[in-house]
């Protein structure tokens, strides 16, 4: 049985490294052992534990891997832990062991989990020393691509749920003990089914795939799947057979009342919404079996999570697929509850996966939207556009996704006039992407608008065709978003090697897509490298001038999304800078908020 430590994990490690600690190691196991993730424990003040011994002293163990495990897939469980040294620090095979026999008895009693020898770690200086059991042996490990080693299934379960309070009866204790006991009927109801279709649909709507006991394994039918869900995400949904025709909730009636007893009746819709983390090689037969495991794990920490919201009337599970982990990450939200309301939670998730803390990435807004999108504008074209064809030296890119915007879009026609009202747009749907705001794109004229508000322009400047250029552009993201920026100043064909420095720095540190005005062009910059050998330097340009349909074939053969030279020719006709003419690189910043 081979030992693999996915790349997230040590990168996770070195981004904590200073701070020091102890964290969880997080692992699947199948023939061989992935370590795949790493969890820290926060306490209910949000303190991160780094002290082991005290979890110790204090019989947390176990109620601490229980916090750890709450938030992720079945399938996935605490293989050990690890200690975080910012010094050179060396784990010997005695403090190992001390640290195997402190650990070992609590992941072994995980619910469901196959570890039977508990690891024990230290990272040290960007080095990761595994060892494993009792014996303290150290063990040799592979580190291996962000691949993931398993499949995702889910399987969702809308209840409503009825909770009879006898006249007097404490809310908490009634609520916990009605769920349980709704939950433990749902679970009879689990089923065998698996469909590919929206959540929001009913079931009769659903395409059915596979029934119990058809041949097969779990990767024929991701290999077979066709439509919305995102295959490199191994996602299969699944719904129940008896789900109502209209695709209402599931109502649970349970409890009988004693005649001339004096109670009320509360109602919470519960969304039961579980992932599994299984071998790509799982018969389809078993998926029944696996999914009602998973449920059933699900409906026990609901249990456990609607114990901290008893007037709740409404809630659900949500699951987020964050870029810096190997692993998907479930939280329970109730469904009423603003975001700003739940910052304290999101800022301890960020702390316990040791995520960066300037970016949102558990707001609700964040989570996996298994709905069927259709329509809509293009994102991540860069993704699509033909190689650099440069070797070696800097490079920095947009960090996150964004949608593609240019003429003739909305049924609007700004040919010859809107290109940085387009670049505008797609750089706010950065931020849209990013869920940094939920606000809607702006149109054209909410542009002008917000520019004679702050007294940027005349009152006649709204409705008109008048160019703006990437100062505007800057003036009315921050007043619309509140979000600053700094210009950079230069002339790309004469001094392309000191702009690519400016803007790779820009690209590491923000991440933000570059609106770029100057001439009679605007662009969106995507990306810059630069050879420091050779002083060659390319910058990924999106084009806001194209002006036909969203093909993506189209768009990258004509050249609208590209790598291209300062010397280049711009897509649309001319030079792509114009010999001594200056440009300014608006660059946006990143708010530092969750």
Same mark, same amino acid.
């Given at each position: ?259 001339g007893k004096p109670h009320s009746v509360l109602w919470c819709q519960v969304g039961i919404d579980t992932l599994a983390c299984v ?190 250029? !990437? *100062?505007?552009? /800057?003036?009315?993201?921050?007043? %619309? @978003? #509140? +979000? ?8 790309? =064909? ?20 570059? !609106? *770029?005005?100057? /001439?009679?062009?605007?662009?969106? %910059? @995507? #990306? +810059? ?8 330097? =390319? ?21 609208? *999304? ?33």
């Amino acid at each position: 049985m081979a030992l693999l430590v996915q790349q997230s994990v040590l990168d996770s490690l070195s981004r904590c490294q200073s701070e020091g600690g102890f964290a969880w190691l997080i692992g699947y196991v199948d023939s061989d052992v992935h370590v795949v993730g790493v969890s820290r424990s926060v306490d209910s003040s949000g303190a991160v534990t780094k002290d082991l011994q005290s979890l110790v002293a204090a019989s947390r163990l176990e109620s601490c891997i229980d916090d750890a495990a709450r938030t992720l897939p079945h399938g996935l469980c605490i293989l050990g832990g690890a200690l975080i040294s910012e010094t050179t620090h060396k784990l010997g095979q005695e403090e190992a062991k001390h640290l195997v026999d402190s650990i070992g008895k609590a992941v072994q009693n995980q619910p469901g989990c196959s570890v039977t020898d508990a690891y024990a770690g230290c990272w040290n200086g960007g080095d990761l020393v595994l060892f494993k059991g009792v014996a303290g042996q150290q063990e040799d490990f592979e580190v291996s691509s962000d691949t993931s080693p398993f499949s995702i299934l889910r399987c969702m379960v809308d209840a409503k749920v009825p909770v009879y309070l006898p006249k007097g009866s404490d809310l908490a204790d009634s609520w916990g003990s009605a769920v349980d006991v709704a939950l433990s009927d749902i679970l009879g109801r689990v089923p065998s089914m698996v469909f590919q279709g929206c959540p929001k649909e009913s079931a009769s709507k659903a395409k059915c795939l596979l029934v119990e006991n058809t041949a097969g394994t779990v990767q024929d039918l991701i290999a077979s799947r066709q439509g919305w869900i995102d295959i490199s995400a191994g996602l299969i949904m699944t719904n129940p057979q008896n789900a109502t025709a209209n695709g209402s909730p599931l109502t649970l009636k349970y409890q009988k009342i004693a005649e001339g007893k004096p109670h009320s009746v509360l109602w919470c819709q519960v969304g039961i919404d579980t992932l599994a983390c299984v071998d790509p090689q799982l018969s389809l037969g078993r998926v029944g079996d696996v999914m009602k495991a998973a449920f059933r794990k699900t409906a026990e920490r609901t249990v456990l999570e609607l114990a901290h919201h008893p007037s709740c009337k409404k809630a659900a599970w949500y699951h987020f697929s964050v870029a810096h982990l190997a692993h998907p990450v479930s939280l329970f939200y109730p469904s009423r509850t603003l975001d700003e309301d739940l910052l304290s939670k999101r800022k301890a998730t960020h702390q316990a996966f040791l995520l960066p803390q300037d970016r949102p990435l558990f707001r609700k807004g964040c989570a996996v939207d298994m709905s069927n999108p259709s329509g809509g504008r293009l994102k991540d074209v860069h993704l699509m556009a033909k190689p650099l064809g440069m070797t070696g030296g800097l490079m920095g890119m947009v960090d996150g996704s964004y949608e593609y915007c240019h003429y003739m879009q909305d049924k609007f026609n700004d040919s010859g006039w809107g290109c940085a009202y387009r670049s505008f747009q797609t750089v706010f749907s950065w931020f849209r992407c990013q869920h940094y705001t939920e606000k809607e794109i702006p149109s054209h004229r909410k542009i002008q608008e917000t520019l004679v508000d702050i007294g940027d322009k005349e009152p006649a400047f709204v409705g008109s065709k008048e160019w703006i250029g !990437s *100062i505007e552009v /800057g003036f009315v993201l921050e007043e %619309l @978003l #509140g +979000v600053g920026h700094r210009v950079v100043i230069k002339s790309a =064909a004469q001094e392309p090697a000191s702009v690519a420095r400016d803007l790779i720095h820009h690209f590491r540190t923000e991440g933000t897509p570059v !609106s *770029i005005g100057g /001439g009679v062009l605007a662009y969106t %910059l @995507l #990306g +810059v490298s630069l050879n420091e050998s050779t002083g060659e330097v =390319a910058f990924l340009i999106l084009d806001p001038h194209y002006t036909g349909d969203d093909d993506i074939d189209k768009i990258c053969r004509g050249g609208w *999304i590209a790598w291209k030279k300062p010397t280049d020719k711009a897509a649309a006709g001319g030079p792509l800078f114009a010999p001594n003419t200056f440009y300014n690189f608006m660059c946006p910043k990143r708010p530092h908020t969750i």
